[in-house]
C-alpha cells in the first residue's frame, strides 16, 4: 500500500506506488488499484505504468484510463508527476 494525496506528492513516493503496481501485474493477471473516488491518484498511477510498460505518452496513457473509467480526471499536480515519470 503507498498513500498518495490528492494534490502535490513526493516523486519518490509516486514512484513506488508505480512500481508496486507494476510489481503486482507481473504476478497476478488482475489487479484492483484504488483510492477514495477512483477519480485522480489512481488514474495517475495506471496510467504512469501504462506509459512505462507499453512506451505511451502522457496523453496516451491517460486517454486509455479514460476510456476504461471514464470518471477519470488526474490533477494538475498529479498529471507533471506522470508525465515526469522516468525522467
Known amino acids: 500500500v503507498v498513500h498518495l ?39 495517475a498511477v495506471v496510467g504512469a505504468a501504462l506509459k512505462r510498460e507499453q512506451g505511451m505518452s502522457t496523453e496516451q496513457a491517460l486517454r486509455l484510463v479514460k476510456r476504461k473509467r471514464p470518471v477519470a480526471s488526474v490533477n494538475t499536480a498529479l498529471f507533471e508527476l506522470v508525465d515526469k515519470i522516468d525522467e
Open 5 to 43: 494525496y490528492d494534490g502535490v506528492n513526493d516523486s519518490a513516493v509516486f514512484l513506488s506506488a508505480v512500481e508496486s503496481l507494476e510489481d503486482l501485474v507481473s504476478r497476478y493477471e488482475r489487479v484492483l488499484v484504488h483510492c477514495t473516488k477512483g477519480v485522480s491518484r489512481s488514474s
